[in-house]
């Protein structure tokens, strides 16, 4: 699994709209000017987070876009699968039922599981507030990871 340039972006967008959550609506010029990153390109971010239901958006002189939701209610993987797509790292793991024909005789697919497990379990355990915080949250998403982790042993 690789993150594209627009899932960082969306990502960074969205901690931005949750910094500035209490103003309101914050016009996308703004987020671009704070987070350095051209207004075009993320208004080609904005559209999937909308069409999503992870943004509201207003029109007009107050408008622009903030969170639909309260930031502890956004799992990071629910933010980069509305631009990515799914996340699975092979295709086989892309759809609920793995319909691979290969499936009951693939020896590597307990690892694929087994990583996307983890890789799921992390993107779920760690919200946006999570990432508003300051930095020393940071070791408290790794202690939290640590004991999902020690759980599946």
């Known amino acids: 699994m690789k ?4 899932g960082r972006y969306a990502l960074r967008m969205m901690i931005d709209l949750a910094e500035h959550a209490p103003e309101g609506y914050v016009a ?4 671009a000017a704070r987070q350095e ?5 993320l208004e080609q971010i ?3 987070l909308s069409r999503a239901g992870l943004v509201a958006s207003a029109k007009g002189p107050q408008g ?3 969170l639909a939701r309260p930031a502890a209610s956004y799992p990071i ?3 980069l699968q509305a631009i990515e797509g799914n996340l699975a ?5 892309d759809l609920p039922d793995n319909n691979c024909p290969r499936r009951s005789q693939c020896k590597s697919l307990p690892f694929w599981q087994g990583l996307w497990s983890l890789v799921a379990a992390y993107m779920d355990s760690v919200t946006l507030a999570d990432l508003v915080q300051t930095p020393e949250v940071a ?6 990871f640590q004991k999902l982790l020690d759980k599946e042993r």
């Open 3 to 6: 993150i594209s340039t627009k």
């Open 28 to 31: 996308l010029k703004d987020v």
């Open 37 to 41: 990153i051209s207004l075009k390109y």
């Open 46 to 48: 904005v559209t999937p």
């Open 64 to 66: 622009g876009y903030r």
């Open 77 to 79: 993987r629910e933010i």
């Open 89 to 93: 790292p092979v295709a086989c793991l």
């Open 139 to 144: 070791n408290e998403i790794a202690e939290r």
